[in-house]
């Protein structure tokens, strides 16, 4: 009898779990997949349910994180137009159509004005504006309509942060394509939309080449500006991501979500 109804239960709950799974039958294609932000909204869009490919710039790194990950990792470097053409073709002739857009891939590169290099600026908009705003170009023949776009910013695209000023304004640019993209696509039912976060644990700071003293100082002196008092993790963003990328948020296009600990309110507080 509890053997019974132990199986009736754990049948039930598998019921439940697939009708949660918000993105089944979907096809979900993650930019910069393989580590950070990107690696946990892969893996937060599959559990829900949709075939997942990652991209990223390097072979290894992206085939250690497919195969974590169990999805299909394809290298695409987002700074070169023609990889992303031959993404799209991989893409469209594994999977057909897209469903959801996760534009993620980004870097970060600090310098203060006055030392901004020519090399430096078109390297950080190459990939964080630029790259971004081709990927979607190139990917709207290939998603179904109805499809979700997100793009993923920055809360600095409205902050005077020390030494973001280049970064800042890709971001910043970003958000604005996508207010505008936002009414070109909708007569498709394509929802297009800005996540913001704040300070994340990734990666990204590492990649940098700060050392590693000052990374921990500044990484201090961060936190103890958000009023929530800890960096965010990846998997708060994924949950944000997959919520925007299911028919949950069929209502909303051209927004912009702040994911930030609550920085963006109390830039005063010390
Ligand atoms: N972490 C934060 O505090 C924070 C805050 C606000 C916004 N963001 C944004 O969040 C996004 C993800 O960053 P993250 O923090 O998760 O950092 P991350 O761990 O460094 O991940 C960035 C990903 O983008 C990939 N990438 C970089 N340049 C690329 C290119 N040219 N082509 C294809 N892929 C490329 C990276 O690949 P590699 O492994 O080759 O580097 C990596 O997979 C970025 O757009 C970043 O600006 C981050």
Same mark, same amino acid.
């Given at each position: 009898?509890?053997?019974?109804?132990?199986?009736?239960?754990?049948?039930?709950?598998?019921?439940?779990?697939?009708?949660?799974?918000?993105?089944?039958?979907?096809?979900?294609?993650?930019?910069?997949? !393989?580590?950070?932000?990107?690696?946990?909204?892969?893996?937060?869009?599959?559990?829900?349910?949709?075939?997942?490919?990652?991209?990223?710039? !390097?072979?290894?790194?992206?085939?250690?994180?497919?195969?974590?990950?169990? =999805?299909?990792?394809?290298?695409?470097?987002?700074?070169?137009?023609?990889?992303?053409?031959?993404?799209?073709?991989?893409?469209?002739?594994?999977?057909?159509?897209?469903?959801?857009?996760?534009?993620?891939?980004?870097?970060?590169?600090?310098?203060?004005?006055?030392?901004?290099?020519?090399?430096?600026?078109?390297?950080?908009?190459?990939?964080?504006?630029?790259?971004?705003? #081709?990927?979607?170009?190139?990917?709207?023949?290939?998603? !179904?309509?109805?499809?979700?776009?997100?793009?993923?910013?920055? =809360?600095?695209?409205?902050?005077?942060?020390?030494?973001?000023? =280049?970064?800042?304004?890709?971001?910043?640019?970003? !958000?604005?394509?996508?207010?505008?993209?936002?009414?070109?696509?909708?007569?498709?039912?394509?929802?297009?939309?800005?996540?913001?976060?704040?300070?994340?644990?990734?990666?990204? #700071?590492?990649?940098?080449?700060?050392?590693?003293?000052?990374?921990?100082?500044?990484?201090?002196?961060?936190?103890?500006?958000?009023?929530?008092?800890?960096?965010?993790?990846?998997?708060?963003?994924?949950?944000? =991501?997959?919520?925007?990328?299911?028919?949950?948020?069929?209502?909303?296009?051209?927004?912009?979500?702040?994911?930030?600990?609550?920085?963006?309110?109390?830039?005063?507080?010390?």
């Amino acid at each position: 009898m509890f053997v019974f109804g132990t199986i009736v239960l754990v049948l039930l709950s598998d019921k439940k779990t697939k009708e949660m799974s918000t993105l089944n039958g979907k096809v979900a294609v993650v930019t910069g997949g !393989n580590s950070g932000i990107g690696y946990a909204s892969a893996k937060e869009l599959k559990e829900q349910g949709a075939s997942v490919v990652i991209t990223g710039r !390097n072979a290894e790194r992206v085939d250690a994180a497919a195969s974590e990950l169990g =999805v299909k990792g394809i290298v695409a470097d987002v700074s070169n137009l023609s990889a992303i053409d031959d993404l799209v073709e991989e893409v469209q002739s594994s999977f057909g159509k897209v469903d959801v857009l996760f534009v993620n891939a980004g870097i970060f590169q600090p310098a203060p004005v006055g030392q901004i290099s020519e090399e430096m600026f078109d390297h950080q908009m190459g990939v964080n504006f630029k790259g971004a705003v #081709f990927t979607t170009e190139k990917f709207i023949p290939a998603l !179904n309509d109805g499809a979700s776009i997100i793009n993923l910013s920055s =809360v600095n695209a409205y902050t005077g942060m020390p030494n973001t000023a =280049v970064y800042a304004a890709s971001k910043a640019a970003l !958000n604005s394509y996508t207010r505008t993209a936002a009414t070109e696509l909708a007569p498709r039912k394509i929802r297009i939309n800005s996540v913001n976060p704040g300070p994340v644990y990734t990666p990204i #700071f590492g990649k940098t080449g700060m050392a590693e003293e000052d990374l921990n100082g500044f990484a201090e002196a961060m936190q103890d500006r958000v009023p929530l008092k800890r960096f965010g993790q990846p998997e708060d963003v994924a949950k944000l =991501v997959a919520f925007l990328a299911s028919d949950d948020a069929s209502f909303i296009t051209g927004g912009e979500y702040n994911i930030d600990g609550g920085i963006n309110v109390n830039p005063l507080l010390s």
